[in-house]
């Protein structure tokens, strides 16, 4: 029998960064993962892009944490992980894009985002060689920017490590026992688990733990692919972005990183569910044709390798945090939508606060709080068995 303040379920975006702010605040914290090592889950598969540029107030909270975190890895502590804040740019080459992304900037900037509209001139200048003919401008986010994300959850695992926090790699979660409506221990790799609080962080694996347990978490996984160049000179500052769908795909997006490659990604059309890791042969060439349209300089850039990630995906796009009714002290940290990097730091920091002040079922001290106050950043919508315990 193990023994801990709280145990997490997933050592990928979200359990990382979690564990590690946990273990900061004196928290006796273990994680559990049924992967070799840290961010082998969809970690791995993130194409690094860390922006608060988003529709929801919430999110825009949680992420601009992330930033301010994930930017200053090497500043506070000395760990590189390929930070470049080139900033988030949405162009737009239709009146109907350029009025969606007029209507939004009222509720961005409420929400304390660094955002504007910026003219055809600027956004050439910024990304020099992408297609005039029809471009109406953009908005802009220029704290915005891209990270390795193995290298981030590198670094958050050694924090993480550095604080007290226990890893069990190669450990897959079999069993939960319930004592009512809590989680009274887990069972996994022979051996068994208590402790005030868990956190199911698994990912693309979340509904499945989170069954046995009896909570249904409506999380399907869908399958992404992206791909990366050759490093080259820097010639482009942000992450571009177009949102016009055609006919195979949706919006598709592409940066340079710090270290000179050019990062790609788009997303089918229609969704395409499972959990597939196979690259396949239709990918390069719809993205590569679609980045071509935006940006032709691109075109003598040699492609090294693709891969293939899923997205944890919830019928309204947005991640579910709380405890559900069945299992009250197994907070759901889950569908992140293909967004858990850029959430992951920021939404631990907060989930830790809130936990270490008494919103949650542990504490340093051993004591045991009740409910889970998480206010106006609240994420979840529309699921009524999960409730945001007060």
């Known amino acids: 029998m193990r023994t801990y303040d709280i145990v997490i379920a997933g050592a990928g975006s979200i359990g990382v960064p979690l564990a590690w702010q946990l273990g900061e605040k004196g928290f006796k914290v273990a994680v559990i993962d049924q992967e070799a090592s840290w961010g082998r889950g969809q970690n791995r598969a993130a194409i690094g892009g860390l922006r608060a540029t988003h529709s929801d107030a919430a999110k825009i909270k949680i992420c601009l944490e992330s930033i301010e975190i994930v930017s200053t890895l090497e500043e506070r502590y000395g760990i590189d992980n ?155 500052e942000p992450m571009l972005v177009d949102t016009r769908p055609d006919a195979e795909s949706g919006n598709y997006y592409f940066y340079q990183a710090n270290t000179g490659q050019v990062v790609f990604c788009i997303t089918p059309r229609p969704q395409i569910w499972g959990r597939d890791k196979g690259s396949t042969s239709s990918f390069l060439p719809l993205c590569v044709r679609r980045m071509l349209e935006l940006y032709p300089r691109l075109r003598n850039l040699r492609v090294r390798r693709t891969w293939r990630g899923m997205y944890p995906m919830t019928p309204d796009g947005l991640p579910i945090v709380g405890y559900p009714e069945k299992a009250k002290n197994f907070l759901q940290a889950v569908g992140m939508c293909g967004q858990g990097f850029m959430i992951g730091a920021g939404l631990g920091k907060i989930l830790s606060e809130t936990i270490a002040s008494g919103g949650g079922y542990a504490s340093p001290a051993g004591s045991t709080g009740y409910g889970f106050v998480f206010d106006e950043l609240a994420c979840t919508r529309g699921f009524d068995h999960v409730e945001l315990l007060k």
């Open 82 to 236: 390929e930070w470049y804040q080139g900033g988030y740019l949405y162009v737009a080459y239709t009146e109907e894009q350029r009025s969606a992304f007029l209507s939004l900037l009222k509720l961005q900037k409420e929400a304390g985002l660094d955002i504007d509209w910026i003219e055809p001139e600027a956004v050439e200048k910024l990304s020099p060689g992408i297609r005039r003919e029809g471009l109406l401008g953009g908005t802009f986010s220029p704290r915005d920017g891209f990270a390795s994300p193995l290298m981030t959850n590198t670094a958050f695992h050694k924090l993480a490590k550095d604080s007290g926090v226990d890893f069990f790699f190669n450990t897959r979660i079999d069993g939960v026992a319930m004592d009512g409506d809590k989680v009274a221990s887990i069972s996994a790799g022979g051996e068994t688990w208590r402790a005030p609080l868990f956190v199911n962080a698994a990912g693309a694996e979340a509904a499945d733990l989170a069954s046995l347990a009896g909570v249904d978490l409506p999380i399907h996984p869908d399958c992404h692919e992206a791909g990366v160049t050759e490093p080259v000179e820097r010639f482009m």
